[in-house]
């Protein structure tokens, strides 16, 4: 790969971390500075800087006698980041519909980022657009214990909605699936606004956990 130069390490960032999240670079892989480097076609330091970058994301993770490699998560951790989602997301939704009127065109203009990425068929975008939609409902809860409690959990999640990818029938439904629950929310209906938030986030879960259990398996 080539035309690097501008913003490089930035650039080389963005690179590793589209591969991460679509899915290129598998759970657990090791990441190797020289090997990537000969890919990128660029020097070992900005992909030094890089891997720094992502382990702060929660991508990868490093250690002393395995070196650098692809973050992954055991079944348990899964179920364990699910159920936490699941306790909260619903309880910020629902103070962000009974409380004051929250302006939503933040959740409009990051929908239409959504859309946009799903039009050109990138996952990747896709993929950091969703997050940046429900991040935003935390924001606009007005609940800061809510947020950090997200914040703590966001990068597992990012693992976990990478398996998500091959559950969707096309990249399409992630666009329509997130414009329905930022109509119900909308709606000003507490009880269908919650109904609606446990539902979208709980649909793959079984399929999620049963996918988490089968690598956990062919890895044994």
């Not at 692809?70 to 951790?77: G, N, W």
């Amino acid at each position: 790969m080539t035309g690097l130069s501008p913003g490089l390490g930035d650039t080389v960032t963005r690179r590793l971390r589209d591969a991460i999240l679509s899915g290129a670079l598998r759970d657990g892989e090791r990441l190797v500075e020289r090997d990537l480097a000969a890919t990128l076609e660029v020097s070992r330091g900005p992909v030094r800087d890089a891997l720094r970058q992502l382990a702060t994301e929660g991508l990868v993770v490093s250690e002393s006698r395995r070196g650098t490699r692809v973050a992954s998560l055991t079944p348990e951790d899964g179920e364990e980041i699910m159920a936490i989602r699941e306790a909260i997301e619903p309880l910020a939704v629902r103070y962000l519909v009974t409380g004051a009127e929250p302006p939503y065109e933040s959740l409009h203009r990051l929908l239409d980022e959504l859309r946009t990425a799903c039009e050109r068929g990138d996952w990747p975008g896709a993929v950091l657009a969703d997050f940046a939609l429900h991040r935003q409902l935390y924001v606009l809860c007005g609940r800061r214990r809510l947020l950090r409690l997200w914040e703590g959990i966001n990068a597992p999640l990012l693992h976990i909605f990478r398996m998500n990818l091959g559950l969707y029938e096309s990249i399409e439904q992630v666009h329509a699936n997130h414009a329905k629950l930022v109509a119900d929310i909308e709606s000003g209906d507490p009880v269908r606004a919650e109904r609606a938030i446990r539902e979208h986030i709980t649909h793959f879960r079984p399929q999620l956990l049963d996918l988490m259990q089968d690598r956990a398996r062919g890895e044994d």
